[in-house]
């Protein structure tokens, strides 16, 4: 067995092998390393805290400022940040992707981090996956509305029922609606006159809307 002894400052050491000694100089490297890679990762970490104080600033001057100081390289597509709305946002050690959510997400925008490498994109839509049978194309329903003389009549109020999916028929009675399919039913409204209730249709749909009746109250019983 190859032994070896070592006598500093009046301590003895024993090593009880040579495989033994070797292990403890391979621990040493490894401590090393990992205390270099620990220091690297500091900067990084600081990096990712923002001090912003945008007033009515774009979201390329955002980005811009985003990454001047984290040092990210940011990619995206210049024309998915037009017509957005203008951000302000103030504040001292702001979370980066806190930062990037409340800038893009709101925007209908979404965000990829790898590595130091920020990806902007068009946020994706749900695909109803969890909902039996639902269609995700809308139909597009087209139709004229008209008076008991067969004259259009403008501003009728054309409304998917169950829905907020409205519109108001031109000047020519015309209307065209997207629903979520064929079951979908349509109401129809107008001043004066007594409301219908029709089922959607693929075809061009034709309907005519009667004036309400006056009723004199002095001739009621």
Do not use: C
Request: aromatic share 6%.
């Amino acid at each position: 067995m190859n032994k070896k002894f070592h006598l500093r400052k009046n301590k003895f050491w024993f090593v009880r092998d040579q495989s033994a000694l070797t292990f403890l100089k391979r621990s040493s490297r490894i401590g090393t390393i990992l205390g270099l890679i620990a220091l690297q990762s500091l900067p990084l970490a600081k990096a990712q805290e923002l001090n912003l104080n945008l007033k009515n600033a774009t979201l390329s001057e955002v980005l811009k400022e985003i990454r001047k100081q984290t040092g990210y390289q940011i990619i995206y597509d210049s024309d998915i940040l037009q017509n957005k709305k203008l951000i302000s946002y103030s504040g001292s050690k702001l979370d980066l992707r806190l930062v990037l959510k409340k800038a893009l997400t709101e925007q209908d925008l979404d965000f990829v981090i790898e590595g130091k490498t920020i990806i902007v994109k068009p946020q994706e839509r749900n695909s109803f996956k969890n909902i039996p049978n639902q269609k995700l194309e809308k139909i597009e329903i087209k139709g004229t509305v008209l008076n008991a003389s067969g004259k259009p009549i403008a501003g009728v109020t054309v409304t998917e029922r169950g829905t907020s999916n409205t519109v108001l028929t031109a000047e020519d009675g015309t209307f065209t609606l997207k629903v979520a399919n064929e079951k979908s039913i349509l109401d129809f409204s107008y001043v004066g006159y007594a409301s219908l209730s029709e089922n959607a249709s693929r075809n061009p749909m034709l309907l005519t809307m009667d004036i309400l009746e006056h009723i004199d109250p002095s001739k009621s019983n």
